[in-house]
């Protein structure tokens, strides 16, 4: 199970104090691949002064008979509640919301094949009904990924950020009434 990244792109150059593996495949666990001497966190276990929630949830449809299964991440950091989907493969189960609960911002699969598609991915933010949702794991320039662009996503979406940048900073004060859309750009 690997995926193929167009000719020529960077290696990955980046440190990093904390690093989360939602789930065991090489292009989720490559933990030897960020610089520095990050704490790595594959369960729910505090680093950094953060606590970390795992979510455990599938990779696929099939309870994780095709690819496996996936953490979903949540952590505060500043009075900000963030979750981080990882390769979710279905939507969310009831006792997999209540768990997760309030949501501020979500990172959220939105290409299909490999994980959810567009389709299911707004259900899975109507679910969870996060303030800011970051559409993440969709086809762009740089990739030959067999998945959907982030449009497909976007089609059906009342407020929707493209941001200029691959970094935001989010404010627990600034964040906003009723849900909205970024997008970033790709950092590799």
Same mark, same amino acid.
Not at 141 to 158: G, Q
């Given at each position: ?16 104090? =904390? %690093? ?6 090489? @292009? ?21 002064? =953060?606590? $970390?929630?795992? =979510? ?8 994780? #008979?095709? #690819? ?6 949540? $952590?505060? %950091?500043?009075? %900000? ?6 390769? /979710?493969?279905?939507?969310?189960? @009831? ?51 067999? =998945?959907?662009?982030?449009?497909? $996503?976007?089609? @059906? ?5 493209? *941001? ?10 600034? /964040? ?7 997008? /970033?750009?790709?950092? *590799?």
């Amino acid at each position: 199970f690997e995926r193929k990244l167009k000719k020529g792109l960077p290696a990955i150059r980046e440190t990093a104090d =904390i %690093v989360t593996v939602s789930h065991e495949h090489s @292009d989720h666990n490559n933990v030897a691949a960020v610089g520095g001497k990050p704490g790595v966190i594959r369960s729910s276990d505090k680093a950094g002064g =953060i606590q $970390f929630t795992a =979510i455990p949830t599938y990779h696929d449809e099939s309870e994780g #008979r095709q #690819r496996g299964k996936n953490n979903i991440f949540c $952590f505060e %950091v500043d009075g %900000v509640k963030i979750c981080h989907a990882g390769d /979710l493969g279905h939507k969310l189960a @009831d006792r997999q919301v209540k768990e997760i609960g309030a949501v501020d911002v979500l990172m959220l699969p939105v290409g299909g094949y490999y994980t959810i598609d567009a389709q299911t991915a707004a259900q899975v933010a109507g679910q969870l009904n996060p303030k800011i949702v970051i559409p993440m794991h969709f086809k762009n320039e740089r990739n030959d990924f067999p =998945i959907a662009p982030v449009e497909d $996503f976007l089609r @059906d979406k009342k407020d929707v950020k493209q *941001l200029s940048s691959s970094e935001v900073e989010i404010k627990a004060d600034s /964040l906003p009434a009723a849900m909205q859309v970024w997008v /970033l750009q790709p950092a *590799l």
